[in-house]
Nanobody
Framework: QVHLVESGGGLVQAGDSLRLSCAAS????????MGWFRQAPGKEREFVAS????????YNADFAKARFTISRDNAGNMVYLQMSRLKPEDTAVYYC?????????????????WGQGTLVTVSS
């Protein structure tokens, strides 16, 4: 089973950009669609974006459509989430996940493998 490790979180100011990375442990990574979720303190885990195994199809949650971009590098077993114009309400732990579902508006139950998460804090 693929193992996922996120990185790239940190403390930024409102309006800044940040790129999150998710490293997969093995080449079977390409058999999975990948996605990003986030969980703010006291809230449920929330879908952010998903991408097909080939990278040709993506889907973003409404709040992410204008500011976040998901991408993947299959040669390097990596998935990225480029975030721009960050807002304090984007503060959350961000998780990447692997799924056999096609990209779309995922629910947490679609994800077969989760990373450990990376914390993004946006100050006002």
């Amino acid at each position: 089973q693929v193992h996922l490790v996120e990185s790239g979180g940190g403390l930024v100011q409102a309006g800044d950009s940040l790129r999150l990375s998710c490293a997969a442990s093995e080449s079977t990574f390409t058999s999975y669609a990948m996605g990003w979720f986030r969980q703010a303190p006291g809230k449920e885990r929330e879908f952010v974006a998903s991408i097909s195994w080939s990278g040709s199809n993506t889907y973003n949650a409404d709040f992410a459509k204008a500011r976040f971009t998901i991408s993947r590098d299959n040669a390097g077993n990596m998935v990225y989430l480029q975030m721009s114009r960050l807002k304090p309400e984007d503060t959350a732990v961000y998780y990447c996940g692997a799924s056999k579902m096609p990209p779309g508006l995922w629910i947490s139950a679609y994800v077969e493998v989760w990373g450990q998460g990376t914390l993004v804090t946006v100050s006002s």
